[in-house]
């Protein structure tokens, strides 16, 4: 699950991810979903996680 968020961090568009682990890292609020299509929530975020997810 973990690999699926480092990609969303990483990326500068949307990236698809599997439902379930989208859905998961929705309800924690860390992306942002239109249909199975992830983003970092905010920017803060991005830059947080992009920092320590190397």
Known sequence: MLAAFM???KSS???E???VEAF???SMG???LQANLATVS???YGQ???DRLK
Do not use: A, I, Q, S
């Open 42 to 44: 905010c920017e803060f």
């Open 24 to 26: 998961k890292w929705e």
């Open 48 to 50: 947080y996680f992009g």
């Open 30 to 32: 860390l992306v942002n």
């Open 7 to 9: 990609r969303v961090v």
């Open 13 to 15: 568009t949307p990236v």
């Open 17 to 19: 991810l599997d439902v």
